[in-house]
C-alpha cells in the first residue's frame, strides 16, 4: 500500500531521518512513536511531500504508494497529498463556515454533489449530529477543540484519500475529545490505511496494530503492537516503553 | 535541589530602569505627537476660520482689492498708504444694490479704518454671531465722487503738476461741495494733492483717516477755498456667515489668481482625486503581484535576497528623486508631458516598495498552518494562495494600500519636479489634461503675498487633512471589520 525505502531527510545540512524503511499494511493503524526530536514528525510529513514546504529541506530514497515512488520526477505534490490526507497536530480549520471547509476540497479536487460529500464526510467524523444546523453559520473556529480536530479529519476524509496521515492528533486536545478521536480511529481503519504519530504510549497501545519505534532519526524497531509493547526486541525499546527515558 | 543562582545586581537594576526608560520614551513620542497637532491646530485651524469671514463678504458681490497711495513728503512719517478698493462688484449682487460700484474705496468700517482686506474679514470674523448685517462705508470710484481731473506740468519743477478739475459729474458729491471745473485741487484732509489719480487717493487715505466730511483745499481764481466734500456713502450689507457654505463653495470653486475670497480647491482636489486612482491603478496590482511572489513564490536565493534589499532601499529613497525619474522617463521619454497619467504614474512608482512591503506584512501574519491544512487537501500553489492566504490577508493588504495611497497623495515634491502646474483654472477631465493637487494649490497660496491667500492656504491644508484622514478612517474600518484573530 505505502512504503519507504531508504528514506532520509537533511534540514540544510542537518539528518534527520537516516534510511528509514518501513511499510504500512492497508486497513491497519500503525503507530510512529519516540522521543521528541527522532523524526517520526518528519517522517510522517515526508509521506505525503508535505515537508517540501519548507525551505532547504532534501530527501533522499523513495517513498513507494501503490508501486509509484512518490518522489520520482514527474510526480505532481498536489496530486500526492490528495491521495494520502493529513490531520495535523494542532487543529487547524480554514476560518470559514463549517461547509466551506470541507466543500474547498471537494470543489478543487473536481468533485459534484459537494453538499452529499460533506455531510457524508461529517458523519465519517462522527461531528454531524453536533454541526448539522450550523454549517453556514459557524465558522471552524468556533468549535471547540475536538470538534475542530474532528472537522480536520472530515476535511481530509472529504476527498477520499486512501491513506490518513495523523501528526499527533490528540496533542492539544482533553481527554474526553481524545477518546471520542481514538474511537474514531477504529471506525476509519475499515476503510483507510492510518499512520499516527504519538507521543503516549498508552494511546499506540489502545490505537494502533503495529507500531514503529524511531529514535534519533532511524527505525529502531517496527511490528505488532501487541508484541512490541509486551515483548520488545531491542533493549532502547524496551527502555522507552518502561519510561526509562523520553 | 539546588537553588538558582541569583541574577547579578546590576542586571537587576537595568532591568528595572529598562521599563522606566521606554515609559518615558513613550512619553517624549506622545508629547510631540500632541505638539505637533496643537501646532497644526493653531496655524491652520484658526488661520483658516477666517475662510467663513471671506465667502460672506465675497458672497455680497464684493471682491477686495488692496490698493495704496503714495506722497512725496511724509505725513506722520509714512509717504505709503495702503486703502482697500471693490475690484469687483458683481451685477445683481447685494453690494450692486446698495449702489457700489466697482473702483469704489473702503475707508473704514464705521470709525474703524480699513488698511487691508483682511481688516474687513476679520470684522466680519468678529461681529457677533447674531449679526447678519455689515454696516459700512465706502467712497466713491473718482468719475462718480468728482468727475475727470487733468495734471498739468508746473513749468520748471520736473515731476510736479498741478491737478485741475476738466469736468465735475453733474450731481455729484463734488459738484455738492461746490467744486466748479478748472479749479485746481491743493489738498483733502491735510493730504497733499500730486496726481490725478493721486487726487481720489487722497480723498480716500483722509475718509480713512477719519474725516467726514473730508476737506477739500481749492484754489479757484488766485483764491484758497476750503470745500466740505461729503465723500462717504453708507449702507448696509446683508450677510450669511455659514460655515457650510463656506466650504462647500470653497471646495467647489476654481482657483483665482487675485483675489482669495474667491479662489477655490476645486481643480486640485479633482486633480488630486485622478492622479492617486492612476496611482493606485498602477502600485495596486504590481505591489500586490510582487508581494505575492516574494511571500508566496519564490524560493529564498541570491536574486530574491538581492530583490528584498532593493526593495526596502528604495522605499527610503527621496520623494524628490522619483520626480526626476518620473520627468525625464514618463514625461520626456514617454512623451506623457505633464499630465495626470505621468503623475500617477509617478507617484505609483514612489509608492510601489511600501505598498510591497506593507502586502508582504499581512501576507506573512497569514499564519503557516493555514497553507499546510490548504495543501493537505491537495491544493496547488494558487489555489492555496487564491482561496486562503489572499482572502485572510485582504484586511491586512487594503489598508498597507490605502495607507501608501494616502502617502502618495500628500506628496508635493516629486509632481513639482514633474512640472505640474501651481495654477490651474480649468477642471482636468482626461487623463492626458495638466492638472495640479492639493499640496501643490497649499504651496502656490502659501507662497502668495496678498492677505487672504495665506488663509486659504491653511483651509485647503484642513480640506488635505480631511481627505487623509477619511482614507486613513477607511483602512482602520477594514482593518477592524474583517481582521482575522488567528
Known amino acids: 500500500m505505502l512504503s519507504t525505502q531508504r528514506l532520509s531527510l537533511w534540514y540544510g545540512k542537518q539528518q534527520a531521518l537516516n534510511e528509514v524503511s518501513l511499510s504500512f499494511e492497508r486497513n491497519q493503524v500503525t503507530a510512529l512513536i519516540g522521543p521528541s526530536g527522532c523524526g517520526k514528525s518528519t517522517f510522517i510529513r515526508s509521506l505525503n511531500r508535505m515537508n517540501e514546504l519548507i525551505p532547504a529541506v532534501r530527501t533522499a530514497g523513495q517513498v513507494l504508494f501503490g508501486g509509484q515512488d512518490i518522489y520520482a520526477k514527474g510526480v505532481d505534490p498536489v496530486e500526492v497529498r490528495r491521495w494520502i490526507g493529513m490531520v495535523f497536530q494542532k487543529p487547524n480549520p480554514f476560518p470559514k463556515s463549517i461547509y466551506e471547509n470541507l466543500a474547498f476540497g471537494l470543489r478543487i479536487n473536481g468533485y459534484k454533489q459537494v453538499q452529499e460529500r460533506v455531510e457524508m464526510a461529517l458523519r465519517k467524523a462522527a461531528l454531524w449530529e453536533e454541526v448539522k444546523d450550523d454549517l453556514h453559520r459557524k465558522t471552524g473556529l468556533d468549535l471547540s477543540g475536538g470538534q475542530q480536530q474532528r472537522l480536520c479529519i472530515a476535511r481530509a476524509l472529504a476527498v477520499e484519500p486512501q491513506v490518513l496521515l495523523m501528526d499527533e492528533p490528540c496533542s492539544a486536545l482533553d481527554p474526553i475529545a481524545t477518546a471520542k478521536i481514538e474511537d474514531l480511529i477504529g471506525e476509519l481503519k475499515k476503510e483507510y490505511t492510518v499512520v499516527i504519530v504519538t507521543h503516549n504510549m498508552q494511546q499506540a497501545a489502545r490505537v494502533s496494530d503495529y507500531t514503529a519505534f524511531f529514535y534519533l532519526g532511524k527505525l529502531v524497531e517496527f511490528g505488532n503492537t501487541q508484541k512490541m509493547f509486551e515483548t520488545p526486541e531491542n533493549p532502547q525499546t524496551e527502555d522507552y516503553i518502561t519510561g526509562k527515558f523520553g | ?486
Open chain 2, 1 to 486: 535541589m539546588k537553588t538558582q543562582p541569583r541574577p547579578a545586581p546590576r542586571r537587576q537594576r537595568w532591568r528595572r530602569q529598562k521599563g522606566a526608560l521606554f515609559a518615558f520614551l513613550a512619553a517624549v513620542a506622545l508629547l510631540l505627537g500632541v505638539a505637533v497637532v496643537t501646532a497644526l491646530i493653531i496655524s491652520t485651524g484658526v488661520n483658516s476660520w477666517q475662510l467663513v469671514a471671506m465667502h460672506a463678504t465675497a458672497r455680497t458681490g464684493l471682491a477686495l482689492s488692496l490698493r495704496s497711495m503714495d506722497v512725496s513728503q511724509s505725513i506722520d512719517g509714512r509717504r505709503t498708504f495702503p486703502f482697500v478698493t471693490a475690484a469687483q462688484v458683481e451685477s445683481n449682487s447685494q453690494a450692486a444694490a446698495l449702489g457700489m460700484q466697482q473702483g469704489d474705496a473702503l475707508p473704514h468700517l464705521l470709525g474703524r479704518p480699513v488698511f487691508s482686506s483682511s481688516d474687513v474679514w476679520q470684522w466680519v470674523e468678529d461681529m457677533p454671531a447674531e449679526t447678519t448685517a455689515l454696516p459700512l462705508a465706502w467712497v466713491p470710484k473718482a468719475e462718480t465722487l468728482i468727475g475727470s481731473l487733468k495734471a498739468e506740468p508746473i513749468p520748471g519743477q520736473a515731476g510736479k503738476f498741478v491737478i485741475k478739475v476738466s469736468k465735475v459729474n453733474p450731481g455729484s458729491p463734488a459738484e455738492q461741495a461746490g467744486l466748479q471745473a478748472d479749479d485746481v485741487l491743493k489738498s483733502a484732509g491735510g493730504i497733499p494733492i500730486e496726481g490725478a489719480r493721486q487726487a481720489w487717493q487722497a480723498i480716500v487715505i483722509a475718509a480713512q483717516r477719519g474725516q467726514s466730511p473730508v476737506t477739500l483745499t481749492v484754489e479757484r481764481a488766485g483764491q484758497t477755498l476750503e470745500l466740505a466734500l461729503q465723500a462717504e456713502r453708507r449702507g448696509e450689507l446683508p450677510l450669511s456667515r455659514n460655515a457650510w457654505d463656506a466650504v462647500v463653495e470653497f471646495v467647489t470653486h476654481l482657483d483665482e489668481p487675485r483675489y482669495p475670497e474667491h479662489a477655490g480647491l476645486a481643480s486640485a482636489v479633482l486633480g488630486s482625486i485622478y492622479v492617486v486612482l492612476v496611482t493606485a491603478l498602477i502600485a495596486v496590482p504590481l505591489g500586490l503581484g510582487a508581494a505575492i511572489y516574494l511571500e508566496e513564490y519564490a524560493s529564498r536565493n541570491a536574486l530574491t535576497e538581492v530583490l528584498q534589499v532593493v526593495i526596502a532601499n528604495l522605499a527610503g529613497i527621496p520623494s524628490v528623486v522619483y520626480g526626476i525619474i518620473g520627468l525625464e522617463i514618463l514625461a520626456r521619454v514617454l512623451n506623457l508631458g505633464r499630465s495626470i497619467l505621468a503623475g500617477g504614474l509617478t507617484l505609483g512608482l514612489l509608492i510601489l516598495p511600501i505598498m510591497i512591503i506593507a502586502a508582504r506584512e499581512a501576507l506573512r501574519a497569514v499564519p503557516q498552518w493555514v497553507r499546510e491544512a490548504a495543501y493537505g487537501v491537495g491544493a496547488t500553489r494558487w489555489q492555496v494562495v487564491r482561496h486562503h492566504v489572499l482572502p485572510y490577508a485582504l484586511p491586512g493588504v487594503l489598508t498597507g494600500m490605502i495607507l501608501s495611497l494616502s502617502r502618495g497623495i500628500g506628496e508635493a515634491a516629486p509632481l513639482i519636479l514633474l512640472g505640474a502646474f501651481l495654477f490651474v483654472t480649468y477642471l482636468p477631465s482626461s487623463l492626458l489634461d495638466t492638472f495640479t493637487i492639493v499640496p501643490l494649490q497649499i504651496f502656490s497660496w502659501a507662497t502668495k503675498p496678498q492677505p487672504g491667500f495665506n488663509t486659504i492656504a491653511a483651509a485647503a491644508i484642513i480640506v488635505l487633512l480631511a481627505m487623509l484622514l477619511l482614507m486613513n478612517a477607511v483602512a482602520i474600518w477594514l482593518r477592524n471589520r474583517y481582521q482575522k484573530r488567528w
